[in-house]
Structures are given as structure tokens and as C-alpha cells.
């Protein structure tokens, strides 16, 4: 944290502050920030795919694939079973549809039924600047378009991370306080107050 307020010495002092502010309220590293995990798959478009495991891990995937033939949820997450040894599915079968039961990746691992929140919750994205949304349909029936997103959090119904929508709203909103401050200093100074 004194890293970053060091740095911000050279700026005025409503920008120090619109960007400490900033970096408190989404955290030192920011969520988009998180590293690509793998890129897999072929073809011409690409679905994100973010794990968040209850054990606090989190790892964020690129899928290439041709979205002139039907993929759906579960086909993306089966591309990443098919070529990443590390990582597996459970899928399950109730007749009226699949259902991704257990993920496990590089170690970390949930799946079952636990009661309460404990499952696998299905958020979506069509890109990666709008809102997630809990999933409406099963992975299943959600036909994935190119710059989706998709993701998994296990134990929780809290959206998953990274919100990289909410980051750029929380800037912006950041930088019109700042730039409202400094207008609103200068009126001061041209009114001889």
C-alpha cells in the first residue's frame, strides 16, 4: 500500500485520493487482473471460463472454438477436461438433463451436494463488460457465443470474480468525482473565493 501511495505523490490531491479510494475498494490486485490459466481449444471465437473453488482458488480459462456449430456450457468445459490432464468433470445424468456435479483442477476439488449453497452455481456473461447473471438455463441448453463468459462458483451464489464491468463503473464514477472536484475548485478560483 505505501508502493501505491508513493506513487501517487506526483497527482493532485482529489486524484490521490479518487485512486486510493479505488484500489481500497477493489482490493490491491484487482480482480480482472487474474492471469489466463490455459488457453485450449480451435477455432475462431473464444468463451472465457472462471473456477472459483471454496477453497478460495480461482483460475480463469480461454476457450477457442467455431460458434457456427452449437457449443454449449457443458461442451466448453468438456474441451478443457479433453485437453488439460489436471482437470476433470463429473457430470450426472437426471433424465432431464446433465448437470456438472464435481469440477476438480491442479489440485482443488468440490463437488456434491452439500446442503445450503454447496454446488456448483452457473453464472453467465455474453461479454465481458456486462453484468454476470445467474444462469436462467443449464449449462446444458446455454448455447455459447463468441466473447462469452462462463462461470462456476462453488459454495456460494455470490457472482464470480473477476467483475470487470464493476471495476470500469467504480473508476469511472472515480474519475467524474475527481473531474467534478476540479471544476468545481476552478469556479471557486475565478469567483475570487
Known sequence: MNEIIEKTRQYP????????????????APASALPIEASVGTGPDLATIVLEFQDGADFVFEVAFDDTVATTGIGIMQVLESELPSFTLTILDFGFGLFI?????????NGGFGGDENYWHYWTKDLEANPWLSSPIGAVDRVVTDGAWDGWVYGTAAAPIPEPGTAVLVGLGLAGIAGFRRRDQSSDRSLGR
Not at 101 to 109: M, V
Open 13 to 28: 490531491r482529489a486524484i490521490r485520493t479518487a485512486i486510493l479510494v479505488a484500489v481500497l475498494a477493489l482490493g490491491a
Open 101 to 109: 456435479d464435481a469440477i476438480a483442477y491442479d489440485g482443488h476439488s
